[in-house]
């Protein structure tokens, strides 16, 4: 029974671990930079904690500009123009879309199931219902570990 407890014990502290930590996004949100002129902002989140130790590099038109964290959520501002999101744990998985000047954009890193691990996928979601499932996440954005721009 004791070694049962070890191992639930190891088992929680990895889990825990593994996710996002920081300040909730909705206490540090007021003090995030304006969206500069001219530029767009995209938001990238992981709402769940499902296959937690999976956490690849998100990539925005071939560059890595964060992790796909668990419970965490992070932004970066770009020239308006074509995106593309990829991120590649079993199986690499693109998203494609366009976004002008003073437009936000939210990518949320959907995980599935994969044959032999979780995926992580990138969806474009709406921002009635990103709002609502980042509020609560840790922000994990510039000066928290991760690359912003």
Request: aromatic share 8%; with cysteine; hydrophobic share 40%.
């Amino acid at each position: 029974m004791k070694t049962i407890y070890k191992v639930a014990v190891a088992l929680l502290v990895l889990l825990t671990a593994a996710c996002a930590s920081g300040p909730k996004f909705n206490t540090v949100e007021s003090g995030l930079s304006p969206l500069p002129g001219g530029k767009a902002r995209i938001y990238f989140y992981r709402s769940t904690a499902l296959g937690v130790g999976i956490q690849p590099e998100i990539y925005l038109n071939g560059a890595v500009v964060g992790k796909a964290v668990a419970h965490g959520v992070f932004f970066v501002d770009q020239n308006p123009g074509n995106m593309e999101v990829s991120t590649a744990s079993e199986v690499e998985k693109k998203l494609t879309f366009g976004i002008g000047a003073g437009e936000t954009r939210y990518v949320k890193c959907a995980v599935g199931l994969g044959v032999l691990v979780y995926r992580i996928i990138p969806e474009l979601v709406d921002e009635a219902e990103a709002r609502k499932e980042i509020a609560e996440l840790a922000y994990t954005g510039p000066g928290n570990g991760l690359p912003g721009k």
